[in-house]
């Protein structure tokens, strides 16, 4: 059984930061692709940030290029998500997911339906 655990969500003032980790279980990540995305209240699910095509390319949404900063450590077993300059449009929960065909095309890896493992997700709220 696949399991994915989200956590390091919390509140913090805009313009702060806060690092979410993805702790992988059942499956290992060292050979696939991996994202996170968020949803907020009435707004549609929105590709964050992934790791694509290789261990090392990186997309990310338009909306967090150059805060957001993606990461994969493949001894633990876990992704990350280290979120900087953090604005109240950023609010939403974050969750973590997980490819099972390897690495994805990278114009892929920013869509929900790329992805066959996702967790429950970690809240972040974002005060102005």
């Known amino acids: 059984q696949v399991t994915l655990v989200e956590s390091g969500g919390g509140s913090v003032q805009a313009g702060g930061s806060l690092t979410l980790s993805c702790a992988a279980s059942?499956?290992?990540?060292?050979?696939?692709?991996v994202a996170w995305f968020r949803q907020a209240p009435e707004k549609e699910r929105e590709g964050v940030a992934a790791?694509?095509?290789?261990?090392?390319?990186?997309v990310y949404g338009d909306s967090v290029q150059g805060r957001f900063t993606i990461s994969k450590d493949v001894a633990a077993n876990k992704v990350s998500l280290e979120m900087k300059n953090l604005k109240p449009e950023d609010a939403a929960m974050y969750f973590c997911?997980?490819?099972?065909?390897?690495?994805?095309?990278?114009?892929?890896?920013?869509?929900?339906?790329?992805?066959?493992?996702r967790g429950q997700g970690t809240q972040v709220t974002v005060s102005s």
């Open positions: 790791i694509c095509y290789t261990a090392t390319t990186k």
């Open positions: 997911a997980v490819a099972s065909v390897g690495f994805l095309p990278c114009d892929k890896a920013l869509h929900a339906e790329s992805y066959k493992y």
């Open positions: 059942g499956y290992s990540v060292k050979w696939s692709s």
